[in-house]
């Protein structure tokens, strides 16, 4: 199969590509990046260097393909996520039309059934909505949970303050998913045939933040390492002085409220998908190279 990835070589799109090739296709990852060609080739894949919003560049990528993996990337200073959000799936499904491709896995998230409430997956709900629009294809939504690799952005507090939280208390409910279980999920929904839209759930561990604060601070050795509850101001005005825009500030002190409230988890756990292979104690010792490194 020629099959076409969106996602650089990202915690997702490099594992899904290895993945891929190793199974013989003929794999093409679409980066924005020039830089990333070298990397792209060493992997066996061929590159395509472009902008996601670029629909005649998309057009002309996705020609021939059997099969595709569509992606959001993370914009972090976009003042209109949700604009943001709606321009690149369109351009995905104006793309996707004219090139007639009939196979298409996207990467979704978890809360994805909710139109708003969510943080920047409001998104997201959108991109399924347009993607959904497209006539003839077979198209999966992998609805994926609260990545690990998130808590990665916490390394420096734990090792400046002694402490790791969000604006969620320690008593919150976390679904947790570890990417190379994500590349897994769409490397075989995109050689499988379908016909119409499915939805696909993805998790490898259920926690809460105590369980998290906990297991991440025997691995390195800080048993006692609290979850601390921040205020959604506080938390906002950090995520503004790190250099988000207002906008996504403001969606992700969003996304704590929904965990305070549970709303994210209502769909998923009416189709209680099976869980993955990596536990969070995996996921800790990841977490504790970088803290150690």
Not at 64 to 93: E, H, K, L, Q
Not at 247 to 253: K, L, Y
Request: proline share 4%.
């Amino acid at each position: 199969m020629k099959i076409v990835i969106t996602g650089s070589i990202g915690n997702i799109s490099q594992p899904l590509a290895k993945q891929l090739i190793a199974a013989g296709h003929a794999v093409t990852v679409i980066s924005s990046n020039p830089a990333k060609v070298g990397a792209i080739e060493a992997l066996g894949a061929s590159a395509a260097i472009g902008s996601l919003e670029d629909t005649a560049f998309l057009t002309a990528t996705f020609t021939g393909a059997d099969a595709v993996y569509t992606m959001t990337p993370p914009s972090f200073t976009t003042t209109d996520f949700i604009a943001y959000a709606v321009n690149i799936a369109n351009s995905y499904a104006q793309a996707i039309t004219a090139a007639g491709v009939k196979r298409v896995v996207n990467l979704s998230s978890i809360g994805a059934h909710l139109e708003s409430g969510n943080g920047p997956i409001a998104g997201i709900h959108q991109t399924e909505k347009i993607l959904n629009a497209i006539p003839g294809i077979g198209l999966t939504h992998v609805r994926a949970p609260f990545f690990y690799y998130n808590f990665l952005n916490n390394v420096e507090m734990v090792r400046h303050m002694g402490i790791i939280g969000n604006n969620y208390p320690a008593n919150t409910r976390i679904v947790l998913v570890h990417p190379t279980e994500i590349a897994a999920t769409v490397a075989t929904a995109l050689q499988q045939p379908l016909e119409g839209v499915a939805i696909k759930y993805i998790f490898s561990d259920d926690r809460y933040a105590a369980d998290i604060a906990s297991t991440i601070g025997h691995a390195i050795g800080k048993a006692d390492l609290p979850w601390v509850a921040f205020d959604d101001e506080s938390t906002k005005k950090e995520l503004l002085n790190a250099g988000m825009s207002a906008d996504m500030a403001g969606r992700f002190v969003e996304i704590g409220q929904a965990l305070r409230n549970g709303i994210l988890w209502s769909d998923f756990d009416q189709h209680l998908p099976t869980a993955g292979k990596i536990k969070l104690e995996d996921f800790a010792q990841e977490f504790a190279a970088v803290y150690n490194g």
